[in-house]
């Protein structure tokens, strides 16, 4: 299978038009759909359902897609790892994290690297631990920042020298905003909006369960989130209260919400991780030092 004509078939899935990727792509309309026609009889599948107007993906060219994508993207990294193996060191590095304050802590070693490596790109990719896992799995990122609980044990990392802190985000006109920490009792029958990591039951010790202790299955879970963006539009339309980190939702004078930290205190730290044996390109061989040399501490596990 031609990555040029994944290539093709991602730029139609896009467009949702055929006129119009050709365009895009230089080519001509009857090449195009013959190049696309030759992939579905290679296949045995049936890839689009045309109409007069767009073009929609079948079942099985939703499933193209997402694998077409995850090649193109490990062919683009794999021709950057090859063009920084070079005197200079250049090239990309691929990182991905949850919605964290600790983010800062990697910035600060990015530009670090920056003031003498300055042709080293970085890209950052969003979302849940499921999320981070399976890209870094896969090879399409390099390094991954996890919130703790976290399974750690496929990975080499380093603990993170911060914490993140828990609260609810709620309406300040909310009549819990009077309070200047939550408890338990105060969250029990009221509508809450929880991250489904914390949630998760699958690691032998998770803070988040524990805090509420026997009232954990007792919840009012009225919605669930990875990225706490959505949280928040849900808490600012009366939805619920979301429970999540703190700096993470904009809770300035300016915004409608606010933060109230959760008492007794609870805490979630933060490691970065890699695959075991993995090889890394130039540039992020450089940002792995920067990594030993920043975050030395006793959790620091190779």
Known sequence: MDVRVLRYFLAIAREGNMTKAAHLLHLTQPTLSRQIKDLELELGKKLFVRSSHNIVLTEEGLLLRKRAEEIVDMMEKLESEFQSMEETVRGDVYIGGGETDAMKQIARLVRNIQEQFPEIRYHLYSGNEDDVTERLDKG????????????????????????????????????????????????????????????????????????????????????????????????????????????????????????????????????IVWRKNQVFSAAAERFLEEIQANFQNPDLVF
């Open 140 to 271: 399409l990122l390099d390094f991954g920042i996890l919130i703790q609980p976290a399974d750690l044990s496929k990975y080499n990392y380093a603990n993170i020298p911060a914490k993140d802190v828990w609260g609810v985000i709620m309406r300040k006109d909310s009549p819990l905003a009077e309070k200047t920490h939550i408890q338990v009792n105060d969250l029990l029958n009221l509508p809450l909006i929880c991250s489904r990591q914390a949630m998760k039951q699958t690691f032998s010790k998770n803070e988040f369960r524990n805090w509420f202790g026997e009232h954990f299955e007792k919840l009012n879970v009225v919605s669930t989130f990875n990225l706490a963006y959505n949280a928040a539009i849900m808490v600012e339309e009366g939805v619920g209260y979301a429970i999540t980190l703190h700096k993470i939702v904009n809770t300035s004078p300016d915004s409608n919400l606010c933060f109230r930290p959760l008492q007794p205190k609870l805490e979630s730290g933060l490691s």
